[in-house]
């Protein structure tokens, strides 16, 4: 099983990106991570088989998180971007008590 992630780019302050994760599977819960130059890894957001989804404190109201389960893919829809976001955001996978970790993908956002 392989996850691959993209959509990361720069972007302004203010901005929004869509990242996507797709899977050569069907999957259990995803979750996005994110680490930023220096700093330890991080996570973001996680959605669950069943579609619950929870998030960071530092991105509640601003990110979302979403599947489809149909395309094997999920998504994170990042709004009103800050330049503290500047990070690679990766993608996690568990399925059958498995990890799966895609590339990562460099999100900048620039003042």
């Known amino acids: 099983v392989q996850l691959q992630a993209c959509g990361g780019g720069l972007v302004q302050a203010g901005g929004s990106l869509r990242l996507s994760c797709a899977a050569s599977?069907?999957?259990?819960?995803y979750r996005w991570y994110r680490q930023a130059p220096g700093k330890q890894r991080e996570l973001v957001a996680t959605?669950?088989?069943?579609?619950?989804?929870n998030y960071a404190g530092f991105v509640r109201g601003r990110f979302t998180i979403s599947r489809d389960n149909a395309k094997n893919t999920m998504y994170l829809q990042m709004d009103s971007l800050q330049p503290e976001d500047t990070a690679v955001y990766y993608c996690?996978?568990?399925?059958?008590?498995?990890?799966?970790w895609g590339q990562g993908t460099l999100v900048t956002v620039s003042s």
């Open positions: 599977g069907s999957m259990g819960w």
């Open positions: 996690y996978a568990l399925n059958a008590g498995r990890d799966y």
């Open positions: 959605i669950t088989s069943g579609g619950s989804t």
